[in-house]
């Protein structure tokens, strides 16, 4: 036995590939309130200068596990808060280039660039959603006026349930969208 492999017997790791090497389960309480079960792993068995995943060796890329966009919303008090996901080696592995350009991080980075170089500016999401909600309120504010002026007129329909009516467009009053034409009364009756 080498060293190693002495220290982490004692200390009461067991060696488990599948796992990705040394592991010792231990039970833990985090911070909120739920109790976890925690593998510490030391990933000895596979050795840090090759990828974790084909085992290659060159260059090679950390790569969090759960990505630092997720770390950043976790409140105080939810789970993963206090397990210091930014930092901690337990949510690192180490993959060569072409690995790491396989995962999310990479798709979402490799966007967020061709974004800069077509010299778009990257858009905040609270940003975009105030935007469509802006659109969406003037969309309707002029659909109402053009029904207002007799310019067009409300689809008659009732949507699901019968609770409301359609806010499509059609030609003629007491007419029915595509939709609803279904629910036209038949001009037989």
């Known amino acids: 036995m080498t060293e190693d ?6 200390e009461g790791y067991t060696l488990t590939p ?5 592991v010792k389960a231990t039970r833990t309480v985090c ?3 739920e109790a976890v079960m925690t593998l510490d792993t030391i990933r000895s ?3 840090q200068d090759v990828c974790q995943i084909c085992l290659s060796k060159g260059i090679l890329q950390k790569h969090h ?3 630092r966009a997720i770390i950043k919303k976790i409140k105080t008090g939810e789970h993963g808060y206090d397990l210091g996901l930014e930092y901690s080696g337990r949510n690192l592995i180490t993959l060569c280039v072409p690995c790491h350009e396989l995962t999310g991080s990479h798709f979402y980075r490799r966007w967020m660039r061709s974004q800069e170089r077509k010299g778009e500016p ?3 999401p609270k940003e975009r959603r105030r935007r469509r909600a802006r659109n969406a ?3 309707r504010l002029e659909r109402e006026e053009r029904w207002a002026s007799g310019e067009c007129f409300r689809c008659s329909g009732m949507n699901k349930g019968g609770r409301s009516r359609c806010s499509k467009t059609v030609k003629k009053e007491g007419g029915f969208c595509g939709t609803h034409l279904w629910q036209a009364p038949n001009p037989e009756e």
């Open 18 to 22: 599948e796992l990705g090497g040394w």
């Open 137 to 139: 309120n003037r969309q």
């Open 5 to 10: 492999t002495e220290r982490f017997v004692a």
């Open 65 to 67: 596990i759960i990505s």
């Open 122 to 124: 990257i858009e905040d």
């Open 31 to 33: 911070k909120c309130g």
């Open 45 to 47: 068995a596979i050795p």
